[in-house]
């Protein structure tokens, strides 16, 4: 009897194993209930699921209460400037392409002081997954309007009630050129929130994931609406969108099944304020991938480069 051993007896034993704790960073300091603190912990089950080492993990953020993220991931990390997560991860996904690069930017970072480098990176859409922390406010500053708040909520730089439509996350990514992967997600369901991460990290490109995510502290009520009543979330499923297990599907009975390659009913999808639509948005697998330029040339030695430089120059000899 073989006990499904191989017929030698052998066992597959991978020389690492990394567990949850291999990618601990420390204590988060998020406040207690925070939504931050779901998202965490579903990367951190993507990589252990993955067994991604933690010295090919890089994250990196802007500034913002998400933007801490690289602080609690044992991973590397580039705690960046207000606005250019973007940017950076572009670069170190162009130097390094071996890496596996998250971005954490919230909707105050990607959305306002950052939305020239958000369309830029759907364009170039480069291997990476954005995670769009949307808490509908400017929470590390404590309380300003940010570009999704609510019409109507009071924040400390419009106590009478923000009046500019808010802008919508999904939507509008779903507008820019070459976008290859976006889809929406709940922190406060962790079962969704994983699986959705989970197939943005899958994807080759640069893939946005929209996140609401609950800030007890300033924004307590602003998903009242979706989170007491499941009926008005709508599920996304199709065979090549998000998974949704037997958990996602007993909440969550309002079901559209949406092909994700249909872009025009993706952005009616995301634009509806009826209903929230949650899952695989749209992907197109087939969108350039930047990287696949950046890495030419990479292998080439500092004397190949300047000898390159010679022979271009001698064109011009005179
Ligand atoms: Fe989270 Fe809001 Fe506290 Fe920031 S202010 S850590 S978003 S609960």
Redesign the pocket.
């Known amino acids: 009897m073989s006990f499904g051993l191989p017929h030698d007896a052998s066992l597959d034993v991978p020389e690492r194993y990394f567990t949850l704790e291999n990618y601990d960073g420390g204590v988060a300091r998020?406040?207690p209930s925070?939504?931050?603190f779901a998202v965490l912990s579903a990367v951190q089950r993507i990589c252990r699921d993955a067994q991604v080492p933690t010295e090919k993990l890089a994250m990196v953020s802007g500034i913002g209460?998400?933007s801490r993220f690289p602080h609690y991931m044992h991973a590397y990390g580039f705690h960046g400037l207000h606005g250019r997560a973007l940017p950076v991860a572009c670069g170190v996904k162009a130097r390094r392409p071996d890496l596996h690069v998250w971005v954490a930017t919230g909707d105050g970072d990607c959305c306002s002081i950052g939305a020239g480098h958000w369309l830029h990176a759907a364009r170039y859409n480069m291997d990476l997954v954005v995670m769009v922390f949307d808490?509908s406010v400017y929470?590390?500053t404590k309380k300003q309007t940010s570009p999704t708040t609510p019409r109507g909520l009071a924040t400390n730089t419009h106590p009478e009630g923000a009046f500019l439509p808010p802008l919508n996350v999904a939507e509008t990514t779903l507008g820019f050129p070459n976008v290859s992967f976006v889809a929406r997600t709940v922190d406060w369901n962790p079962a969704h929130l994983y699986q959705t991460l989970q197939t943005a990290y899958r994807h080759r490109g640069t893939s946005f994931v929209h996140i609401l995510?609950r800030?007890?502290?300033?924004t307590p009520n602003v998903f009242d609406a979706w989170r007491q009543n499941p009926e008005r979330t709508l599920l996304l499923t199709h065979d090549d969108g998000v998974p949704a297990d037997d958990a996602v599907r007993r909440i969550y009975k309002s079901r559209s099944e949406h092909d994700p390659r249909d872009i025009q009913e993706a952005r009616r999808l995301a634009a509806m304020d009826e209903r929230l639509a949650i899952g695989l948005l749209y992907r197109n697998p087939d969108a350039p991938v930047y990287d696949d330029r950046t890495v030419a040339g990479l292998d080439t030695t500092r004397e190949q480069k300047l000898a390159a430089v010679e022979r271009a120059l001698d064109r011009f000899a005179i």
């Open positions: 998020w406040c925070c939504g931050d209460c998400s808490n929470g590390l995510q800030c007890p502290t300033y």
